[in-house]
């Protein structure tokens, strides 16, 4: 009868054998621990809190120097950076590392993911809006008639709302790209920043010259009327019952949604706002601006936390879990380039050890 050939070996090389192949597996599994217990150290955190936010420190920084808009696709996993008349970087949404870039032959402005992953839209520094089926590669030019468009998908993914320098801030259907409808906001011409509710039901337009208007998506109906003039940033709250909006005089204003009554009121926090953000829990609002800090919220729109900012900060958004605050800064003129930063409650290990000292 014929050995095999593993039979046919001495003992003591079988067991060196054995030997090796449980030292190597060994090493294997503590290098794969190592490993993880780095990337949870690196990259995990505990969410922004108004009872830790006290804490919140600078975590990292990446050169971005046109960097003006921050978007976060709705699956949580890709985070767009946008600058002016410049592709879009998307990048991981935790570790912010980047895997792709969209518009790369062209001068963007503005970005929007689609709730379902198959379309993004952009525009130029022009009147045409697109939306590109990310799998095909089809594109649906819109032809707002509007300068500078800024575009939104409605929480569903049907509608895209465009605003852009006009009075008629429009609703497109996304798989065919025709018009919808258009909605009136009387006759001052300005910059319309249109913000859908969580439940897609309403649509919030600002007009950086005249008064922000709330419309009934289905119908096109005005809603409420929002008598304070000149806002730049909308942010509704997780509950769609709040509306925050960031005026062009520095103050904050926050609306009751149902009724138009205002809830509360900050003024002359700094030159201009620009940007606001909900926490995903709505605990928290944080905003910046021309000339002022970066601040934090409560619901009551106390002060909780502030940042000593650079003197232009654009954007600043909350990371889909909560964990970190991104924003984008640099100086009004445009002299230095601007970084996008990371802040985020450092972990519990780094606080015990800051405390020992």
Not at 39 to 58: D, M, T
Not at 101 to 118: C, E, V
Not at 202 to 223: C, H, K, P, Q
Not at 317 to 342: C, H, M, N, Q, W
Request: glycine fraction near 6%; include cysteine.
């Amino acid at each position: 009868m014929t050995q095999s050939p593993l039979a046919a070996r001495p003992p003591s090389l079988l067991r060196r054998v054995s030997r090796l192949f449980r030292f190597r597996l060994l090493t294997l599994l503590v290098a794969v621990t190592l490993i993880s217990v780095w990337l949870a150290w690196k990259f995990h955190r505990e969410p922004i809190s108004p009872e830790n936010v006290s804490q919140l420190q600078r975590l990292s920084e990446i050169p971005c120097p046109e960097a003006y808009r921050l978007v976060y696709s709705p699956d949580r996993s890709r985070v767009a950076f946008v600058s002016w008349e410049e592709p879009v970087q998307i990048r991981e949404a935790i570790t912010l590392w980047h895997v792709n870039t969209i518009g790369a032959d062209r001068k963007l402005i503005d970005f929007a993911f689609s709730p379902d992953q198959r379309h993004v839209a952009y525009t130029e520094n022009s009147t045409q809006a697109e939306i590109l089926t990310l799998a095909t590669g089809e594109r649906r030019i819109l032809e707002t008639g509007d300068s500078q468009p800024d575009v939104v998908f409605s929480p569903d993914g049907k509608l895209l709302a465009t605003g852009g320098y006009s009075t008629r801030p429009k609703l497109w259907d996304v798989e065919t790209g025709k018009l919808v409808r258009e909605l009136d906001m009387g006759p001052h011409v300005g910059g319309l920043t249109p913000v859908f509710s969580p439940d897609g039901r309403t649509l919030a337009v600002g007009n950086r010259n005249a008064t922000t208007i709330l419309f009934d998506v289905a119908s096109g109906r005005r809603l409420l009327e929002l008598p304070k003039h000149q806002s730049h940033g909308l942010a509704f709250h997780p509950s769609g019952q709040t509306l925050a909006i960031a005026y062009c005089d520095g103050s904050i204003r926050l609306w009751q949604t149902a009724t138009g009554e205002l809830i509360a009121e900050q003024a002359k926090l700094a030159e201009e706002i620009y940007a606001l953000d909900w926490s995903p829990d709505g605990k928290l609002l944080a905003s910046s601006g021309l000339k002022g800090n970066i601040c934090l919220w409560d619901e009551q729109l106390q002060l909780r936390h502030s940042i000593p900012a650079p003197e232009w900060v654009i954007s600043v958004k909350f990371s889909p879990d909560g964990s970190r605050l991104i924003t984008a800064a640099g100086d009004a003129e445009g002299k230095v380039d601007r970084t996008v930063t990371v802040w985020g409650i450092p972990p519990a290990l780094s606080r015990l050890f800051s405390r020992q000292k």
